[in-house]
């Protein structure tokens, strides 16, 4: 259970977590890149862990947040979605206000 240890400490490490295939600046599917515009519209830095870099998150963070596609959104520790639901939340001005009420700061935008 050491990958899920993994996940658990990266989830509570950081305020706001993508788990993405790819990074910010080089994003690998088209989901992740709406994901981070859609973060980056919202004007908060955020880590971000790109799944293509290790398969054991990959297929476990599945189980653990019972979600099965990515990019998958955690802020306080809690699973938000992925892009589709990201921008529903967006449209709507909730993931603004979820954002902003993290416990964020000045985290600067991380790799995990």
């Not at 295939?21 to 908060?44: E, H, M, N, Y």
């Amino acid at each position: 259970m050491e990958v899920i240890e993994r996940i658990k400490q990266q989830i509570e490490s950081h305020p706001i977590l993508l788990y993405m295939k790819g990074t910010p600046d080089f994003p690998q599917c088209g989901f992740s890149g709406r994901a981070v515009q859609i973060l980056q519209q919202c004007g908060v830095e955020f880590a971000y862990v790109n799944i293509f870099e290790d398969p054991e998150v990959r297929e476990n963070l599945k189980t653990y947040s019972q979600w099965p596609t990515f990019p998958q959104l955690f802020v306080n520790g809690e699973l938000v979605g992925g892009s589709d639901i990201m921008m529903d939340l967006f449209q709507s001005g909730e993931l603004q206000k979820l954002l902003s009420a993290s416990k964020a700061g000045t985290e600067n935008s991380a790799h995990c």
